[in-house]
Nanobody, 116 residues
Framework: QVQLQESGPGLVKPSQTLSLTCTVS??????????WDWIRQLPGKGLEWIGA???????FYSPFLKSRASIARDTSKNQFILQLTSVTPEDTAVYYC????????WGQGTQVTVSS
């Protein structure tokens, strides 16, 4: 059974960098034809795709967040990591890590609040 678990700070100050880690079990972040995504849900709004990393380590980003988002992976720990720079209160959201061949597996989500 594939499981994903997000971890990171629940509170980040404006202008700082948000860093979240997703730990994967039951599959490898190098599994062929799998991709590993970060998605968020802003308060009162729908889901917003942030970006993804594929099994070859190639990254893809939303054009709206490309200038601030970075996704990397640590194959030794079977993790993938999101960094979002220069955060503002508008980045307050529930952040999900997602994976599989077609977003099959979701973490439970982690609330991140940007506030001073």
């Amino acid at each position: 059974q594939v499981q994903l678990q997000e971890s990171g700070p629940g509170l980040v100050k404006p202008s700082q960098t948000l860093s979240l880690t997703c730990t994967v079990s039951g599959a490898s972040v190098t599994t062929t034809d799998y991709a590993w995504d970060w998605i968020r849900q802003l308060p009162g709004k729908g889901l917003e795709w942030i970006g993804a990393i594929n099994t070859r380590g190639v990254t893809f980003y939303s054009p709206f967040l490309k200038s601030r988002a970075s996704i990397a992976r640590d194959t030794s720990k079977n993790q993938f990591i999101l960094q979002l720079t220069s955060v503002t209160p508008e980045d307050t959201a529930v952040y999900y890590c997602v994976g599989g061949a077609a977003c099959d597996y979701w973490g439970q989500g982690t609330q991140v609040t940007v506030s001073s």
